[in-house]
């Protein structure tokens, strides 16, 4: 919620209130018992907040009430029709939540020894699988140790193909991929730093919950063409805004594209201009294509007017459809 007011975003806030109260439901919570909530938050906050704040407070308190007739924004599950992977991701899935590690890695070695589609078993494969084991979690119907052992299978899984990622030929561009100091969610950023690789990029995966001052550091050494930043939970976005200012007052840094990703912005797209970003993509498959049109945006506009950069960013659409 806190992040929501700061942004003004009554998205992110129907967003999260939305996925809130499927957790309240599947812990006996009534939708009743939410609104007297937002109704208590409204009369507490309004007392102690200023005219501009209880307004924009009133704004998302009304939005968040509206999401709670509303059901999620279902992510792609595994139990999602996506033919010609439906079956593969939900044997897949299977294997996962049974614990067979061995099963689950001979489904994508057999799958990839006949297709070689890398990309196809990173978005289509293991991410609706991870998607479904949230979704499972949310629900009460899987516990957190029984998410962390799915989790670590598709980890695993990962590195027993990162090996197929390497490519010959290079474009003689570098990719940075990490997440900030708070935020442990890094296999979205995995899977985007892999599709740079795939396409030929030199890449540095710098993963999980990134010290600020290392990362700037790192960049500053790096000086890499593009920067990505993963971001997963809201309230984690005014630290993001921060890490990005920082990277920005860097003289080696200053005209770097960065773009950032993950599930609050693909709530509101708008937060990745508000969060200092040059744009933003929804998944992997868009990432490499997001970078080439943010380093042809900077390429264009320093030639256009040197002086005028790095002023303000370019676009912020998502830089391909969501
Ligand atoms: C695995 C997981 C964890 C693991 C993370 C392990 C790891 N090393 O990553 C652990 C157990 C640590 C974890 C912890 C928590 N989690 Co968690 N987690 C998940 C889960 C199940 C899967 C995430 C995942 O791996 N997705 C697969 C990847 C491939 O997809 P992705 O992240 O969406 O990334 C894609 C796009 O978003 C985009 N993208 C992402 N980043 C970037 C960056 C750039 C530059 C670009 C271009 C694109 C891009 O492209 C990616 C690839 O296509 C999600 C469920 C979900 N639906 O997301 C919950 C989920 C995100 N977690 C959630 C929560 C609440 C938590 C905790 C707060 C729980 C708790 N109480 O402790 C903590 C917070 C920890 C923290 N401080 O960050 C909630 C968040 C809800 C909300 N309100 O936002 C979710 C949605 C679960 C749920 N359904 O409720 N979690």
Redesign the pocket.
Known sequence: MVAALIFGSNALFS??LS??S??ARSAGIEEHQLRDHLRLYRLTLQDHVAPETRLKLEQLINTGEAALNTTPKA?R?CSTPNPPYTDLCQSYLAAVLDGDKQLAHEIIETYLSETADLRGV??HV??P???????L??IGKLT?AE??L??AI??EVISGIDHRLFRTTRVGKSFV?A?ID???????????TA?FELDGWDTYFL???TPRSGLIEFLRNKQPSV??????????LPLLKATIAEIRKQPELRTTPI????????ADSALAELVGAD?????????VL??ESALAALASRSASNPEAWPSTPTSQEPCCPA
């Open positions: 967003r999260y996925w809130f499927v957790i992510v599950c990173y978005t293991l991410q699988a991870q998607n479904e084991l949230g979704r979690w949310e957190p998410e962390h799915g989790t598709t980890q991929g997440c708070t935020e442990r969610h890094d296999i979205g950023m995995r899977v985007v599709f993963g999980a919950t920067v990505g930043l993963s971001c997963s939970l809201g309230r984690n773009i950032v990703g993950g599930a609050p912005f693909n744009s933003y993509t929804v998944d992997a498959d868009h990432a997001c970078a």
